[in-house]
């Protein structure tokens, strides 16, 4: 669906460079000079996030961040202000705001925030789990009939209303972020925020500072205060990804803020106190790494107050009918197709496939198809040439196809296997994992030119998943590092 977003700033300026960036079909755009018209334009919207000027000229952007408050925490509010009134927007954020933008605003930079923005608020409302219902044909929702499945719902009922720390482990695809947003949802903290920080998608140096915040002049660049996840959160909900990734450091301060509900910020001495309930998920074994001193043993007694088992894809028995008729109809509609039924031959492959990559990949694969596909019934012939050449499900289908379908020649890869079993490796799994997904995603990045929003389409992820995904391999961001073709980068005014 697309997403409703308000601006409140009494500079034409301002407003009429949101209205040239922030178009339909991809946003509903509201814009409001006042502050009286921007609460009625809330009231009678709901918009998905608002963009607030700290000065406004019948009342102050903190008293009507306070009423937005009051009618719906959740709703993501990020402040643009001037120099010299910064420290009022940090004052903000200490009550709850989502972030703040200094003037003049950079298009890239506004984006960025305001996409991050928009996936948090559509991770609170867009519901997981919809029990005994229809699902709808958009939006990620745990699906699935199979015992392993049930299991899971269970123990989102269990835990969802008790306030406990939840640890949910799966491999990656499995949809542990889904099993989260479920378990928040349904909790008693379902009106206040949810925020999500991925700890392998950021750089060790400022993970700390992501969740604790930084006094200024804690570090070099520290030019002026953070306000970190844990106090912004402040009666909210806290989803940490892939938790098994900070460092021993981390791990002893998170360890703390669960015991205590207190903290520091970096290079402070302030004590501050919060309420946040912490929600964890990993793909990794903790539980071996506590034994194995990669990973503290009472952080992880601590986050495994109640553990969700999330079952790959493989174990989930006749989930896959299920799962593929779903992401058929939601990814027809996206993409203006009209298939909605896979035949009896494509089902039957795709349950031979193993999917080391989950519901992630049975949705890239299906996306893929979909791209390739003619007619209103998705065929053999539409699968990806990999998944049809597998040796656990493809004979059939490469007997159909003819010669012309010789399996793929991938004699770099090879080599890499060969080397790092010489080495004696013990991760070759998440090695391998690894660099094929540099290669892919390099791969597509090239074909797009680096323009991110096709690439995520084509991949079949959140624009912001390969954002995180590029940082952590290592590889550029930056448009113009994948083509020379250069690109205007307007900015907002001041």
Request: proline residues 5%; contains cysteine.
């Amino acid at each position: 669906m697309m997403p409703t977003l308000l601006v409140i700033d009494d500079e034409a300026p301002i407003l009429h460079a949101f209205r040239r960036f922030f178009r339909e079909p991809d946003f509903r755009l509201l814009t409001a000079p006042t502050a009286a018209e921007g609460l009625r334009l809330a009231a009678q919207h709901k918009p998905d996030a608002v963009v607030l000027d700290l000065q406004l000229p019948d009342l102050s952007g903190k008293e009507v961040f306070r009423r937005l408050r009051e009618a719906d925490a959740r709703v993501p509010v990020v402040f643009m202000t001037g120099h010299g009134t910064a420290q009022s927007a940090i004052e903000a954020m200490k009550d709850g705001a989502y972030d703040y933008l200094l003037k003049p605003i950079g298009l890239s930079q506004v984006r960025d925030v305001l996409a991050s923005a928009l996936q948090i608020s559509r991770l609170m409302r867009v519901p997981a789990l919809l029990a005994g219902e229809v699902p709808p044909e958009d939006g990620d929702i745990l699906i699935g009939r199979s015992a392993a499945m049930q299991e899971v719902y269970k123990a989102i009922g269990r835990v969802a209303t008790q306030d406990l720390t939840v640890l949910i482990q799966g491999e990656s695809g499995t949809g542990k972020e889904l099993v989260a947003r479920a378990v928040y949802q349904n909790s008693r903290r379902a009106s206040k925020p949810l925020l999500t920080i991925n700890c392998a998608a950021i750089p060790e140096p400022l993970l700390e500072s992501e969740l604790f915040g930084h006094e200024k002049g804690a570090f070099t660049g520290a030019d002026r205060q953070r306000i970190g996840k844990f106090e912004q959160t402040r009666g909210g909900t806290l989803f940490l990804d892939e938790v098994g990734d900070m460092t021993p450091l981390t791990q002893a301060k998170v360890l703390r803020v669960l015991q205590e509900q207190r903290f520091e910020r970096v290079g402070g001495n302030e004590t501050i106190q919060t309420d946040v309930r912490v929600i964890a998920a990993s793909n990794r074994d903790l539980a071996k790494m506590a034994e194995g001193g990669q990973f503290r043993a009472d952080l992880y007694y601590r986050l495994s107050g109640f553990a969700i088992a999330l079952p790959p894809l493989r174990e989930r028995g006749d989930d896959l009918p299920l799962l593929v008729e779903y992401f058929l109809k939601c990814f027809s509609k996206e993409m203006g197709k009209e298939v909605s039924l896979a035949t009896a031959e494509v089902l039957e492959l795709l349950c031979r496939y193993p999917w080391p990559g989950n519901v992630r990949e049975l949705q890239s694969v299906l996306r893929q198809s979909l791209l390739r596909a003619r007619g209103s019934v998705l065929l053999p012939e539409f699968l990806p040439s990999g998944l049809l050449g597998c040796e656990e499900g493809g004979a059939a289908a490469r007997a159909g196809r003819g010669a012309g379908s010789a399996a793929i020649d991938s004699p770099t890869l090879d080599r890499f296997i060969d080397k790092r079993l010489q080495e004696g490796t013990g991760q070759l799994y998440a090695e391998f994992q690894a660099e094929t997904e540099r290669y892919l995603i390099s791969r597509v990045m090239r074909h797009t030119g680096g323009n991110q929003l096709q690439a995520a389409l084509l991949l079949g992820i959140q624009r912001g998943k390969l954002r995180s995904k590029l940082r952590a391999l290592g590889l550029p961001t930056a448009r113009s590092a994948w083509s020379k073709a250069d690109t205007s980068r307007p900015s907002f005014p001041p």
